[in-house]
C-alpha cells in the first residue's frame, strides 16, 4: 500500500507567497467592530428565541404556580 503525499498545486490560496484569500463580511473589519457586531446579533438572537419561547409556550412555570394558588388558596 503506497500513499502518495497530497500536494495542492493552487498557488493562490495555498502560497507561496502573498495569498489571495481576501476576507469578506465580518472578517474584513477591524476586530473590536467585529466582535461587537457578532455580540450585538448573538444578544438579539437569544433575545427574539426567548421571546419566542415565552409566547409560544405560554411561561409553563408561572402557570403551574397560578394554577397551584387557584386550587390551594392562601389562607
Known amino acids: 500500500l503506497v500513499m502518495e ?3 495542492n498545486k ?3 490560496l495555498f502560497g507561496p507567497g502573498p ?3 481576501r ?3 465580518l472578517g474584513a473589519r477591524p476586530p473590536l467592530q467585529g466582535l461587537v457586531i457578532c ?3 448573538g444578544i438579539a438572537f437569544a ?3 426567548g ?3 415565552k409566547f409560544t409556550m405560554g411561561d409553563p412555570g408561572i ?3 397560578e394554577d397551584y394558588y387557584k386550587e390551594n388558596p392562601p389562607r
Do not use: F, T
Open 5 to 7: 503525499r497530497i500536494v
Open 10 to 12: 493552487n498557488r493562490q
Open 19 to 21: 495569498l489571495a484569500r
Open 23 to 25: 476576507p469578506g463580511g
Open 39 to 41: 455580540a450585538v446579533q
Open 47 to 49: 433575545m427574539a428565541g
Open 51 to 53: 421571546y419566542v419561547y
Open 63 to 65: 402557570k403551574a404556580i
